[in-house]
Each structure stands twice: as structure tokens, then as C-alpha cells.
């Protein structure tokens, strides 16, 4: 799902950077946002060792248009108040091979994890990510589904 080991990487919504940890050993560059300035705090202290190998943002303006190869959304997209313009900015952001992942809770009902009205399945992530096409589908364990996406 991640070849090479030079890739530029965000990863929207990392909270404390569980992901983050995962996600170095494949990036040249790693971005970190989210905007929870207490969880990002806790995730830049993971990844004192880095430098500027990885960035902690609380937006992703910053990022150049065109420069990254890997979105991740995990358990995250669902969260954003606005998205529409989310979307609109990982296409900004993203090369023109760029791919999107999301990992995300299933639909059904477990007594934990977000609402089931704020929950999301496939269709409706190709809704938000319309010029996208389902490259792969996975499963990381019994709650959650994943996709990988890429311009269509």
C-alpha cells in the first residue's frame, strides 16, 4: 500500500500520531495535523528524534499544492466540520498520482466509537472525493474498513 520509503505523507487528523509511528519508516517527509493543539503537542513529543523530517501543523494551508503523495484519514474525516473544503484541499495538496487512505469506523453499531449518524462507508467518502476511484478495499480488524483512493 506504501512503496518506497521517500514519500511525502499527511496525515490529517493524527491525534497523538499512532499512525505517525507507522507512517516515518515510508515518508521523507511526514505532516501531522490536526487541530487539537493538545494532541498535536503530544504527538511532536513521539518524534523528537526526526527534525525537520517531520512537520506539526494545525492546517494544512501550509503545505505546497502538488507535493504530496499520501493522504491519511484515519478515523478523522468524519470529524471535519467542512467537508467539502476538505476534500477540495487534499486535492490541492495531493501529486497528480497521489493517493488518499482511509481507515474509518464501519456503520454498525459498537458501543463505542462515534456516533453511528456521523459514520461513513465507501459511497459516501466517493461522494466528498468525487474525481477518486476505489484502488483497494481492506479490512484493519472487525470495527473499522479501509479504502485507498486515487484520481480517477
Sequence with gaps: MLPGKDLVIADIGCGRGYYAQYLI???SL???IDIDKEELTAAESRFKGYGKRVRFLVSTSAIPAGSVDVILYANSFHDIGDKDGASEE??????????????????????FGPPRSIRMDEADYLGFFSGFKTMKRFEPDQRHFGLVLRRA
Design 90 to 111: 487534499a486535492d490541492r495538496i495531493l501529486k497528480p498520482r497521489g493517493r488518499i487512505i482511509v481507515v474509518d469506523w464501519k456503520k454498525d453499531t459498537v458501543p
Design 25 to 27: 519508516g515510508y515518508s
Design 30 to 32: 511526514l505532516y501531522c
